[in-house]
Structure formats: structure tokens, C-alpha cells
């Protein structure tokens, strides 16, 4: 599983039939500290995330073990919209984090 933001979408008017109903979005991947990686992805939308919203998302066989994905061709899927990541003051440093930070959405709030 990884983290990710909504950054847009993608329309195909053509497309697999199995893949019709899928709404693509554009995914930035996110370092545990919600810092940007340098890499995207277009998922299926599974739980109806929408444009600068944090996600979680899953790759490979693992997108396509859900209701909504088995047997679809899908490669990545978003499967949760988060409401925030809490890093343990013992691995806070490890990750760059101080101890306690909280991240709610896309912004720092300290405990």
C-alpha cells in the first residue's frame, strides 16, 4: 500500500468494456511525511475520492482483489481516502518526523 494526492483525471472514451464506469484518476505518490516522490499513477477510483484528497492506494494483483476490481484489467487502485497519518514518537526521527506530528489531510498539525 502506499500513500498518494489527487492530482486530476483521465477521460477515455474508448477503453476495455470491463473498465467502463471507472472514473481514472491521476495520482502523486507521497513519502510517509506526505512530501511528494517523483511518481504517478492512474488508478480506478473505488471509493470515490475526489482532487487534492490524500489516498490510500494499492498496485499489482493486490488492486484487483476488491468488489468493485476482480477480474478488471486494473494495475492501481485507490481503496481509502485518509483522514490522517500518525507516525510513533519511536520512529518519528527514522522517518525525518518530530515525535507526535500528525498529519491531517495535506497539512502539519503538532499534537
Partial sequence: ???GKVIGTVTATRKE???EGFKLL???TLKIDLSPTYSYLVAVDTVGAGY?????????SSARQS????GKPVD???????????????????AGLQPGEV???DRREAL
Fill in 103 to 105: 498529519f491531517i489531510r
Fill in 26 to 28: 491521476i495520482v502523486h
Fill in 76 to 94: 492501481a487502485a485507490v481503496v481509502g481516502i485518509i483522514d490522517s497519518v500518525n507516525i510513533l514518537p519511536d520512529f518519528a526521527e527514522s
Fill in 67 to 70: 468488489d468493485v476490481t476482480n
Fill in 17 to 19: 468494456q470491463r473498465l
Fill in 1 to 3: 500500500m502506499q500513500l
Fill in 52 to 60: 487534492g484528497e490524500i489516498v490510500l492506494l494499492v498496485s499489482g
